[in-house]
T-cell receptor
Framework: GAGVSQTPSNKVTEKGKYVELRCDPI?????LYWYRQSLGQGPEFLIY????????DSGLPNDRFFAVRPEGSVSTLKIQRTERGDSAVYLC?????????????FGSGTRLTVV | SQKIEQNSEALNIQEGKTATLTCNYT??????LQWYRQDPGRGPVFLLL?????KEKRKERLKVTFDTTLKQSLFHITASQPADSATYLC???????????FGKGTRLSVIA
């Protein structure tokens, strides 16, 4: 597609529920990144994929968070047993590769609210 | 500990003036540094990239400097316009295998 697409744009869920957030990167971009952003803060790194494999998942806060990219394009971020502290905007970005010449193209994010 | 500091949370300037935003970092050895613009409700948009061996980069009304001795980058918008009002984020990478790390951003307001 023309840009990075994230769905849903907004998600309200109850504490303890499971949620999935989807990211559709730019076609042909091999690197895909997940960040989350709280109000007044910069994006905080969660995980990135090069192709199908997670190249760095050091930013995932705990084992309730998991992400997949089975075919090297679309990625899903999964959060189990959601907590109120998980409320944030979850941003996805892609780039043509993981090299240093590339800026990231971000989607508009999914605003997750846990009530 | 590693830190990226964007010195001002908010900056107000008059239309037509030059806006200068600062990004300082500690305990990083970035191979390069990037600047992004973010509007409310949107994801960040890539503006400029500068490498550690480059002192200055320009793109239209934008200019970025990178001083690895001072561990600082300056981001300038010349002839600023109200449409330049947004949050500007500094981000850096140590190498090609590490993801970008972002600062908190500076919210710029250009007043007509």
């Amino acid at each position: 597609g023309a840009g990075v697409s994230q769905t849903p744009s907004n998600k309200v869920t109850e504490k303890g529920k499971y949620v999935e957030l989807r990211c559709d990167p730019i076609s042909g971009h091999t690197a895909l990144y997940w960040y989350r952003q709280s109000l007044g803060q910069g994006p905080e790194f969660l995980i990135y994929f090069q192709g199908t494999g997670a190249a760095d998942d050091s930013g995932l806060p705990n084992d309730r968070f998991f992400a997949v990219r089975p075919e090297g394009s679309v990625s899903t971020l999964k959060i189990q047993r959601t907590e109120r502290g998980d409320s944030a905007v979850y941003l996805c970005a892609s780039s043509p590769g993981q090299g240093m010449n590339y800026g990231y193209t971000f989607g508009s994010g999914t605003r997750l609210t846990v009530v | 500990s590693q830190k990226i500091e964007q010195n001002s949370e908010a900056l107000n300037i008059q239309e037509g003036k030059t806006a200068t935003l600062t990004c300082n970092y500690t305990n990083y050895s970035p191979a390069y540094l990037q600047w992004y613009r973010q509007d409310p409700g949107r994801g960040p948009v890539f503006l400029l990239l500068i490498r550690e061996n480059e002192k200055e980069k320009r793109k239209e009304r934008l200019k970025v400097t990178f001083d690895t001795t001072l561990k600082q980058s300056l981001f300038h918008i010349t002839a600023s316009q109200p449409a330049d009002s947004a949050t500007y984020l500094c981000a850096l990478r140590n190498s090609g295998n590490t993801p970008l790390v972002f600062g908190k951003g500076t919210r710029l307001s250009v007043i007509a």
